[in-house]
Each structure stands twice: as C-alpha cells, then as structure tokens.
T-cell receptor
Framework: NAGVTQTPKFQVLKTGQSMTLQCAQD?????MSWYRQDPGMGLRLIHY???????DQGEVPNGYNVSRSTTEDFPLRLLSAAPSQTSVYFC??????????????FGEGSRLTVL | AQKITQTQPGMFVQEKEAVTLDCTYD???????LFWYKQPSSGEMIFLIY??????QNATEGRYSLNFQKARKSANLVISASQLGDSAMYFC?????????????FGTGTRLLVSP
C-alpha cells in the first residue's frame, strides 16, 4: 500500500528554472493539497483540490501552479523558481466524506533548494 | 481568522514521565476540528489524535490524550510514559467546517526531546 508518493525527494534549482513536484495517491482520496514547511513557520497551505478538474488557492499560492486531471495525481509546478521557494514541500490527501474527521495523509516530503 | 499558537519551542522530558505540549487556538466558528501530528527527524508527518469541537469527552489514542478546554480555546497534547522514540517535532493543527475540514492550519510546532 503506497499511500501518498512524492517525487523527487531532493532537488536543487537555479533561480529562474522551472520544475514540477509530483504527487500521487492510491487511496482514492478526493482531496489533495500541497503544503510548504519553513523553519519556525509550521506548514502553510499552497494549493488544494477537492476533485479532478477543481483546484483552489491556499494561504501562500504565489509562484506555484497546480492542476488535477485525475483523482490520483496532483502536481505542483514552479514556473520560475526563486530563492524564497527554498523549502520542504508536502503533498497530503484525504477523503471528503461527510462526517470524516479530515485526517490528512502526508507524503514523505520533497526538499527543494533554489540557488 | 484561524490561528494556532504553540508557545513552547522546545520541551525536555525524562523517559517514562508524562509531558504536556501546549496548543491554543483562535476561531469564531462553532464547528471545527483539532489535530496533533508528529514529525520525527526523518521528516514524515504522522497523525496522532483528533478532537472535534462538539466532542464532549477528551480524545485518547494509546499513550496520547488531548486535553480539550473549549472555553479556554486550548487543545493540549498529553503524552504519558514518554519513550525515546517520542523525540520529535509536534504540530497542533485546526480545521473548520466552513472552509472544509481538510484545510488544516498548523502551529509552529514544539520540539520534544526525551532523555534516558
């Protein structure tokens, strides 16, 4: 049972480069999201999706794009990387069922460094 | 606005003792959920415990319990009989029915160190 899988786990970029962080889940979760974790700031929501074709912004969306073409996949795109985007990125998914607690299942994280 | 405050950057406890990690929250909503997650040095986020705002009893999961004081807007995590493997970062988080229970707002975390 793979759960939530993120790739790559580590990436170094130069300022201005683009890249995509991949996220896939095999639990048939409707809800998927991306968080970034910075020292002393906890986790902050970047973008989220409640189903295929539906995405919305979280707390810190600037500089990131997402799309949700399938239930399983939710890639995060950095179009022009900046040093301020150096962070650890977590993908998380959950059911949307009524009455569910909303417990998030997290991937292992992707550490991104922008030089 | 929703906000989670964890005022303890670091906590120390001896093995087999109990420890309380503080969490206060700010919300004007009546329906919300409170979570605690553990993040060991390996980096993954591990769900520990959940408390709904309408739950009258404190949530418990094995050695973890959530001391929920609604009037004081606090949701402290109590770990009984600490183990060396409990050394990790601990995050308190909150969600709201109005914005979707899955949209968690996290605190800044408390680093717990368990000594032999």
């Amino acid at each position: 049972n793979a759960g939530v899988t993120q790739t790559p786990k580590f990436q170094v970029l130069k300022t201005g480069q683009s890249m995509t962080l991949q996220c896939a889940q095999d639990m048939n979760h409707e809800y998927m999201s991306w968080y970034r974790q910075d020292p002393g700031m906890g986790l902050r929501l970047i973008h989220y999706s409640v189903g295929a074709g539906i995405t919305d912004q979280g707390e810190v969306p600037n500089g990131y794009n997402v799309s949700r073409s399938t239930t399983e996949d939710f890639p995060l795109r950095l179009l022009s990387a900046a040093p301020s985007q150096t962070s650890v990125y977590f993908c998380a998914s959950s059911y949307l069922s009524a009455g569910d607690t909303g417990e998030l299942f997290f991937g292992e994280g992707s550490r991104l460094t922008v030089l | 606005a929703q906000k989670i405050t964890q005022t303890q950057p670091g906590m120390f406890v001896q093995e087999k003792e109990a420890v309380t990690l503080d969490c206060t929250y700010d919300t004007s909503d009546q329906s919300y959920g409170l979570f605690w997650y553990k993040q060991p040095s390996s980096g993954e986020m591990i769900f520990l415990i959940y408390q709904g705002s309408y739950d009258e009893q404190n949530a418990t999961e094995g050695r973890y319990s959530l001391n929920f004081q609604k009037a004081r807007k606090s949701a402290n995590l109590v770990i009984s009989a600490s183990q060396l493997g409990d050394s990790a970062m601990y995050f308190c988080a909150m969600s709201h029915m109005n914005t979707g229970f899955q949209k968690l707002v996290f605190g800044t975390g408390t680093r717990l160190l368990v000594s032999p």
